[in-house]
């Protein structure tokens, strides 16, 4: 199962902010246990779709080079329930990104009400035993799934389109590991790549 706590994104500013949705649906199974005759999104599922969405505007600030992760939420205020049948718009916006990590504020609203106010920080792991949790194809794979590259603008106004980094980090993983008898073949460096079965996916440091 890949748990993505955002659908699309609507708005993603380079270093800047990204805007993104999550609609609520009944078909969620965790919404079953939460509440059983009053089911509502819990605030730690909403707190994952605003670092989804502001780890992924971090990641990409820094072209993928930093391992991003959830560190400190030193702020978070909800304001009004968000029930199957809502549609959530989440917005962060970048304050600050440093050596050691980034902070971003966020917002979650119901419409035009303001449902949530978060603060979220991250850090940037240097840990190379973390392995498939940074493949740089997930990343890759989860800003084309959620429209970040349709919506997107680059920092100089200009289309956002994928670091080119990031797709010399796939090239090389691809030629150093050629595929096994009876694998499929890998697609080229610029299509989308599909994580594999089995790869945990960072639901704050995509």
């Given at each position: 199962m890949r748990w993505y706590w955002i659908d699309r994104f609507l708005e993603f500013e380079s270093g800047r902010r990204a805007k993104?949705?999550?609609?609520?649906?009944?078909?969620?199974?965790?919404?079953?246990?939460?509440?059983?005759?009053?089911p509502m999104i819990p605030g730690s599922l909403v707190i994952e779709g605003l670092a989804q969405t502001g780890g992924l505007l971090v990641c990409e600030h820094g072209q993928f080079a930093e391992k991003v992760?959830?560190?400190?939420?030193?702020?978070?205020?909800?304001?009004?329930?968000?029930?199957?049948?809502?549609?959530?718009?989440?917005?962060?916006?970048?304050?600050?990104?440093?050596?050691?990590?980034?902070?971003?504020t966020a917002t979650s609203h119901k419409g035009d009400?303001?449902?949530?106010?978060?603060?979220?920080?991250?850090?940037?792991?240097?840990?190379?035993?973390?392995?498939?949790?940074?493949?740089?194809r997930v990343f890759l794979h989860m800003m084309r799934l959620l429209g970040a590259?349709?919506?997107?603008?680059?920092?100089?106004?200009?289309?956002?389109?994928?670091?080119?980094?990031?797709?010399?980090?796939?090239?090389?993983?691809?030629?150093?590991?050629?595929p096994a008898a009876g694998d499929a073949v890998p697609p080229a460096a610029g299509d989308a790549v599909p994580p594999a079965a089995g790869d945990a996916v960072p639901p704050d440091a995509p």
């Open positions: 993104a949705i999550k609609n609520i649906s009944l078909a969620e199974e965790h919404l079953h246990d939460h509440f059983r005759h009053h992760i959830l560190a400190k939420i030193p702020k978070a205020e909800f304001f009004c329930e968000a029930v199957p049948g809502d549609t959530l718009t989440y917005t962060t916006t970048i304050e600050y990104v440093k050596q050691e990590g980034a902070m971003v009400v303001l449902h949530a106010e978060v603060e979220i920080v991250f850090a940037h792991l240097n840990d190379d035993r973390t392995g498939s949790l940074f493949d740089p590259f349709d919506v997107g603008h680059a920092a100089d106004g200009g289309p956002l389109v994928p670091p080119p980094r990031l797709l010399e980090v796939i090239e090389s993983v691809k030629d150093a590991v050629p």
